[in-house]
């Protein structure tokens, strides 16, 4: 029994190590990229009223994320859209001008593109089949 008990802790051992070292490595990784929606759609939205983009692509400075385009949950509140924010862990209302009477490429959820300098640059409800 000895050996199998020492086998088990063997494993477990090489399996954190494993997920330690992958979670080391994908943020990094991550980070260089675009949004993989980027190039087809996000790069080509512009916010309602300009010829500004509502994207970002992903920018940082001094290491933390400033703001960007990505897939977020969302929902309908006393008849306005209300977006996860997930650089602040919370919801947020997303000002009805701002919303982009796009295709939305995520299908079931919203898109949200935010800077903490600007707030909500551009949204696109989920695809709720109407």
């Known amino acids: ?19 330690g070292v992958t979670g080391i490595v994908t943020p990094g990784a991550a980070q260089q990229h675009h949004h993989p929606l980027h ?14 983009s509502c994207c970002n692509a992903r920018v940082e400075r001094d290491g933390v994320e400033v703001g960007d385009c990505e897939p ?10 209300w977006a996860w924010l997930r650089q602040e862990g919370r919801w947020i209302p997303v000002p009805d001008g ?9 299908g079931q959820d919203g898109q949200l593109c935010w800077t903490p300098a600007s707030g909500v640059l551009c949204f696109v409800p989920p695809d709720t089949g109407g």
């Open 1 to 19: 029994m000895p050996g199998r008990v020492d086998v088990r802790l063997m494993t477990l051992a090489a399996s954190a190590l494993a997920l």
């Open 39 to 52: 190039r087809d759609f996000y790069r080509e939205w512009k916010q309602p009223g300009s010829d500004l």
């Open 72 to 81: 977020t949950r969302a929902e309908v509140r006393g008849g306005a859209w």
């Open 98 to 106: 701002k919303i982009l009477r796009e295709r939305n490429p995520g």
